[in-house]
C-alpha cells in the first residue's frame, strides 16, 4: 500500500521466546490443568473462553488465569464471571510469581488456551510448545506465524480435553527447540544490526 522496499527479515525478537531446555513433570493424576490467557488485557477475551469452558465443569479440571498485570478493573470482572461459571474449578492468578517458579507452573499445565484478538504472549506459548503442551490460538497473526513452521497449533472453536498425542507433542518440540534457539536468534539479529552497520 505504502510502496516501502524494505526486506522482510524474520526474527522473533528476544529471549523470553527462546526454547527452554525443561521437562515436563509426569502427570500422577487425571485432572486437566488449563491455562487461560497470560494477562488481565482486555484482548484476552476471557469471557468468550470461560464461555467454552463452562461446558466442561462437571469435568476433573482446574483452569488457571494469570490476571497480575493489566488492566485490574477487568481483572475483578474476569475472576467475578470465572467463579459464577466454573466454581471451584476457577483459579485466577493475582499474585507475580518469580521467573523459575512460573516456570514450574507452566510445566504442569496440559492446556493453554489464548484467544487474543492481536499478537500477544509469544514468550508463553513459545514455551508451551516447547514443553509439548496443547496450545489453543484465535485466528490472527500469530496463528499463520505457526501454521507457517508447520506447529501443530488449534482453533478455540474446536476445544476439547484430548491432550496431544506423543507424535505431536514430539513434533512441535522438535520444530520449537530448532526455531527458536540462541543461535538462531543471534543469527537474525546480526543479520539486521551488523548488516545494517556496513
Not at 474476569?78 to 466454573?86: K, S
Given at each position: 500500500?505504502?510502496g516501502a522496499k524494505g526486506r522482510n527479515i524474520p526474527c522473533f525478537g528476544y529471549p523470553s521466546n527462546l526454547y527452554k531446555e525443561l521437562q515436563s513433570t509426569p502427570k500422577n493424576?487425571?485432572?486437566?490443568?488449563?491455562?487461560?490467557?497470560?494477562?488481565?488485557?482486555?484482548?484476552?477475551?476471557?469471557?468468550?473462553?470461560?464461555?467454552?469452558?463452562?461446558?466442561?465443569?462437571?469435568?476433573?479440571?482446574?483452569?488457571?488465569?494469570?490476571?497480575?498485570?493489566?488492566?485490574?478493573?477487568?481483572?475483578?470482572?474476569?475472576?467475578?464471571?470465572?467463579?459464577?461459571?466454573?466454581?471451584?474449578?476457577?483459579?485466577?492468578?493475582?499474585?507475580?510469581?518469580?521467573?523459575?517458579?512460573?516456570?514450574?507452573?507452566?510445566?504442569?499445565?496440559?492446556?493453554?488456551?489464548?484467544?487474543?484478538?492481536?499478537?500477544?504472549?509469544?514468550?508463553?506459548?513459545?514455551?508451551?510448545?516447547?514443553?509439548?503442551?496443547?496450545?489453543?490460538?484465535?485466528?490472527?497473526?500469530?496463528?499463520?506465524?505457526?501454521?507457517?513452521?508447520?506447529?501443530?497449533?488449534?482453533?478455540?472453536?474446536?476445544?476439547?480435553?484430548?491432550?496431544?498425542?506423543?507424535?505431536?507433542?514430539?513434533?512441535?518440540?522438535?520444530?520449537?527447540?530448532?526455531?527458536?534457539?540462541?543461535?538462531?536468534?543471534?543469527?537474525?539479529?546480526?543479520?539486521?544490526?551488523?548488516?545494517?552497520?556496513?
Amino acid at each position: 500500500m505504502y510502496g516501502a522496499k524494505g526486506r522482510n527479515i524474520p526474527c522473533f525478537g528476544y529471549p523470553s521466546n527462546l526454547y527452554k531446555e525443561l521437562q515436563s513433570t509426569p502427570k500422577n493424576d487425571k485432572t486437566i490443568f488449563i491455562q487461560l490467557g497470560n494477562s488481565a488485557d482486555p484482548s484476552n477475551q476471557h469471557s468468550e473462553a470461560l464461555q467454552i469452558l463452562q461446558v466442561y465443569k462437571e469435568e476433573d479440571i482446574k483452569i488457571f488465569v494469570p490476571l497480575t498485570y493489566g488492566n485490574k478493573e477487568y481483572a475483578q470482572g474476569v475472576i467475578a464471571e470465572g467463579y459464577r461459571l466454573l466454581g471451584d474449578k476457577f483459579f485466577p492468578i493475582v499474585e507475580h510469581m518469580p521467573y523459575e517458579e512460573y516456570m514450574r507452573f507452566l510445566e504442569k499445565i496440559d492446556i493453554a488456551i489464548f484467544n487474543h484478538n492481536r499478537q500477544q504472549a509469544m514468550g508463553n506459548i513459545v514455551t508451551l510448545l516447547g514443553m509439548g503442551k496443547k496450545v489453543y490460538l484465535n485466528k490472527t497473526t500469530i496463528w499463520d506465524y505457526f501454521a507457517q513452521d508447520e506447529i501443530k497449533v488449534f482453533s478455540l472453536a474446536d476445544f476439547d480435553l484430548h491432550l496431544l498425542e506423543q507424535d505431536e507433542k514430539e513434533h512441535n518440540i522438535a520444530i520449537i527447540k530448532a526455531r527458536y534457539s540462541s543461535e538462531k536468534l543471534q543469527k537474525c539479529l546480526n543479520t539486521i544490526f551488523l548488516k545494517q552497520a556496513e
